[in-house]
């Protein structure tokens, strides 16, 4: 799950009262070095700063809670970073004040030569991500669009490598991954590929606007992968797009398969029924995440579910 309200106030106490276990989780200040643009619709934007030197990604789909200003504000403004009062301090700001809380992934973590610790992510740009509506309706692809250097924002991230905001978790003995992302979830996509042997097998899907964002995914292992350029259509002609491209694949021949998938939360779950129904494939080893929901921002998100309505499958932060 990625580190949210709930997480962060959890600290995953200890099952007995004699070993405290360290926070998963913790507040960390980025401060943006510099931004590139990867593609039409990416931006990565680097953060540094002293709290990164207690960063522990996890690498593969690791990701993190941002907490970005509202556009009149430079740097991201907290009243509390406190485990046990943020939450209620955060939530009682005024709302032209309160910074919006967003999930991202952390595409990349490094330590330079001269020693500073340096985390990338990469922000699609949705909507024009330039105009005041957008900062009003798309804050964060607002923020990333007008990411300077020097702004400071928070993060909710990862203390420790082993943490429950890495999702990707294949059981021993998985002889073939398939995996399904849209823009939102490609920088996840990117980092599971950075990291997977030579020789594992792969059959990905990606759903990306452009024909320029197909960008260039370094890996080891073996893998097979096929663009899905939207173009144009949004909701059911969107999915049935994706479903089309995914029917008329020849999967890898494989006795245990893992399939990781990421995206529009509506889309995820038309590829998951045909992932289970269609392909057979054990529904336990699937894993699937919507990162986002066609119309509905992430605090209407996380209201839904706080509220306890979330939908029915895997809760996360944003669903
Ligand atoms: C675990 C996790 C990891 C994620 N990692 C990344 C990441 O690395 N990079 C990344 O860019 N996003 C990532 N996302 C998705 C990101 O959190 C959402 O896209 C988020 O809604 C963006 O916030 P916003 O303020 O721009 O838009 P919001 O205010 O949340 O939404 C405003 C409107 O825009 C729509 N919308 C939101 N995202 C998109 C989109 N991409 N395209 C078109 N319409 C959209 C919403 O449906 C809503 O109608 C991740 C989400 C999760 C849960």
Redesign the pocket.
């Known amino acids: 799950m990625?580190a949210t309200a709930s997480d962060a106030t959890v600290s995953d106490a200890p099952a007995s009262d004699t070993a405290p276990a360290a926070a998963h989780f913790r507040f960390f200040e980025l401060e943006v070095l510099r931004t590139r643009r990867l593609g039409h619709s990416f931006l990565r934007v680097t953060f540094g700063g002293e709290s990164l030197s207690g960063f522990r990604s996890g690498g593969y789909?690791q990701?993190l809670s941002l907490f970005l200003p509202p556009a009149h504000q430079e740097h991201t403004v907290l009243p509390s970073t406190d485990e046990d009062t943020w939450f209620a301090s955060w939530r009682g700001m005024p709302d032209e004040e309160r910074p919006?809380m967003?999930?991202?992934?952390v595409?990349a973590q490094r330590r330079t030569p001269e020693g500073a610790d340096e985390v990338d992510?990469?922000?699609?740009l949705?909507?024009t991500a330039t105009s005041a509506a957008d900062a009003a309706?798309?804050?964060?692809?607002?923020w990333a669009g007008r990411a300077v250097t020097g702004r400071r924002i928070m993060a909710i991230g990862p203390a420790v490598a082993e943490n429950k905001?890495v999702r990707f978790q294949p059981p021993a003995g998985t002889d073939a991954l398939l995996m399904y992302a849209d823009?939102?979830?490609l920088?996840?996509a990117a980092a599971i590929l950075d990291r997977l042997p030579a020789g594992a097998r792969v059959a990905a899907w990606f759903e990306v606007p452009h024909a320029d964002d197909r960008l260039v995914l370094p890996t080891l292992s073996d893998a097979d992968i096929t663009w899905i350029v939207r173009e144009s259509g949004a909701g059911k002609e969107r999915i049935e797009r994706v479903l089309e491209a995914l029917r008329a694949a020849e999967l890898p021949v494989a006795e245990a398969p893992y399939a990781w998938l990421a995206g529009e939360a509506g889309t995820i779950r038309a590829v998951r029924r045909h992932v289970v129904q269609e392909r057979s494939i054990d529904r336990r080893a699937v894993r699937f995440?919507?990162?986002?929901?066609?119309?509905?921002?992430?605090?209407e998100l996380l209201a839904e579910a706080y509220a306890g309505q979330a939908a029915s499958e895997e809760p996360?932060?944003?669903l």
């Open positions: 990625t789909d990701s919006v967003r999930s991202y992934t595409r992510i990469d922000f699609v949705h909507g309706g798309s804050p964060a692809a607002y905001s823009e939102t979830a920088p996840a995440t919507g990162y986002w929901r066609l119309g509905a921002s992430e605090e996360t932060s944003a």
